[in-house]
């Protein structure tokens, strides 16, 4: 079984920063997608980034630009850089593990940023 543990969420103010980190544990192997997804109150989960155990990257339009998502493989842990918030950043962001056929979820952390 695989766990996912999140923190770094928080309450910062719009143009702010934050970082998430995600630490996996458990059955991992050796090629897997990690990524994080947002949802707003009264909306549905939406991509925010994803990268590969081989470090390709994918963004939503929304946080091009102002997010960077890494990876630190001996760790098995995955980051979100967030610069330049903005209040319509505000969201749930729940990390993710791909691993075939299955896929793992994190509790979320709560993202705050206030205008």
């Known amino acids: 079984q695989v766990h996912l543990v999140e923190s770094g969420g928080g309450l910062v103010q719009a143009g702010g920063s934050l970082r998430l980190s995600c630490a996996a544990s458990g059955s991992i192997f050796r090629f897997n997608v990690m990524g994080w997804y947002r949802q707003a109150p009264g909306k549905q989960r939406e991509l925010v980034a994803t990268?590969?155990?081989?470090?390709?990257?994918n963004y939503a339009d929304s946080v091009k630009g102002r997010f960077t998502i890494s990876r630190d493989n001996a760790k098995n842990t995955v980051y979100l850089q967030m610069n330049s918030l903005k209040p319509e950043d505000t969201a749930v962001y729940y990390c993710?593990?791909?691993?075939?056929?299955?896929?793992?979820w994190g509790q979320g952390t709560q993202v705050t940023v206030s205008s």
């Open positions: 993710k593990l791909s691993q075939s056929p299955i896929n793992y």
């Open positions: 990268i590969t155990s081989g470090g390709s990257t």
